[in-house]
């Protein structure tokens, strides 16, 4: 099936550094979504892009859906101890089809 | 996590035997799917449906069954139990499969073992 690349897997930080993560795709995505998952909960969606070049924010969170609309990044920037998590990025093919995720990006913030 | 509920939130099952993961969401979303969390591997899509009646195989659906027979309600089958079924599963539900501003929301997640 299709796959997401996403890199790095693992990030250890001191609070207060940059956080930059990102996915790849050989196929052509029409929709970016990125999720952050805490431990025993469920996904929950952070920022979702709809259009290639879009560069959308929330609050300390930044995301690209990139030009080629085989990539997306996402930066976290002056990052704190509840930024610990999971992030997955998750795709969606041109047309009706299922998401498609990444293996997800584990984030954990030295204080 | 608003409207999709899921249980149990943990089991334990013994090799062999069957159970049935519940997921029920209140929101009329069309479609709903399921997913199962391994370490290293993100999430996988077992089985999905776009609507009542209607259901369709995901990347990983050997070993469980689904049905729909309402909108609300879309559980997971597992008739005959293996320890490779052992994993996190997470149902999700969202407006439409495709449409433009399509987003999931996702179940808190139910966590097997099988022994």
Same mark, same amino acid.
């Not at chain 1, 930059?20 to 969606?45: D, H």
């Not at chain 2, 519940?22 to 370490?39: I, L």
């Not at chain 2, 996988?44 to 909108?71: C, F, K, M, W």
């Given at each position: 099936?299709?796959?997401?690349?996403?890199?790095?897997?693992?990030?250890?930080?001191?609070?207060?550094?940059?956080?930059?993560?990102?996915?790849?795709?050989?196929?052509?995505?029409?929709?970016?979504?990125?999720?952050?998952?805490?431990?025993?909960?469920?996904?929950?969606?952070?920022?979702?892009?709809?259009?290639?070049?879009?560069?959308?924010?929330?609050?300390?969170?930044?995301?690209?859906?990139?030009?080629?609309?085989?990539?997306?990044?996402?930066?976290?920037?002056?990052?704190?101890?509840?930024?610990?998590?999971?992030?997955?990025?998750?795709?969606?093919?041109?047309?009706?089809?299922?998401?498609?995720?990444?293996?997800?990006?584990?984030?954990?913030?030295?204080? | 996590?608003?409207?999709?509920?899921?249980?149990?939130?943990?089991?334990? !099952?013994?090799?062999?035997?069957?159970?049935? !993961?519940?997921?029920?969401?209140?929101?009329?979303?069309?479609?709903?799917?399921?997913?199962?969390?391994?370490?290293?591997?993100?999430?996988?899509?077992?089985?999905?449906?776009?609507?009542?009646?209607?259901?369709?195989?995901?990347?990983?659906?050997?070993?469980?069954?689904?049905?729909?027979?309402?909108?609300?309600?879309?559980?997971?089958?597992?008739?005959?139990?293996?320890?490779?079924?052992?994993?996190?599963?997470?149902?999700?539900?969202?407006?439409?499969?495709?449409?433009?501003?399509?987003?999931?929301?996702?179940?808190?997640?139910?966590?097997?073992?099988?022994?």
């Amino acid at each position: 099936g299709q796959q997401l690349n996403q890199s790095p897997q693992s990030m250890f930080i001191q609070e207060g550094e940059d956080v930059s993560m990102n996915c790849t795709s050989s196929s052509i995505f029409n929709t970016w979504l990125w999720y952050k998952q805490e431990p025993g909960e469920g996904p929950v969606l952070l920022i979702a892009l709809y259009k290639a070049g879009e560069l959308t924010s929330n609050g300390r969170l930044t995301a690209q859906f990139g030009i080629t609309r085989k990539d997306s990044f996402l930066n976290i920037s002056a990052s704190i101890p509840s930024d610990v998590g999971i992030y997955f990025c998750a795709g969606q093919l041109v047309g009706n089809t299922p998401l498609v995720f990444g293996k997800g990006t584990r984030l954990s913030v030295i204080a | 996590n608003a409207g999709v509920t899921q249980t149990p939130k943990f089991q334990v !099952l013994k090799t062999g035997q069957s159970m049935t !993961l519940q997921c029920a969401q209140d929101m009329n979303h069309e479609y709903m799917s399921w997913y199962r969390q391994d370490p290293g591997m993100g999430l996988r899509l077992i089985h999905y449906s776009v609507g009542a009646g209607i259901t369709d195989q995901g990347e990983v659906p050997n070993g469980y069954n689904v049905s729909r027979s309402t909108t609300e309600d879309f559980p997971l089958r597992l008739l005959s139990a293996a320890p490779s079924q052992t994993s996190v599963y997470f149902c999700a539900s969202s407006p439409t499969q495709g449409s433009s501003g399509n987003t999931i929301y996702f179940g808190e997640g139910s966590w097997l073992t099988v022994v």
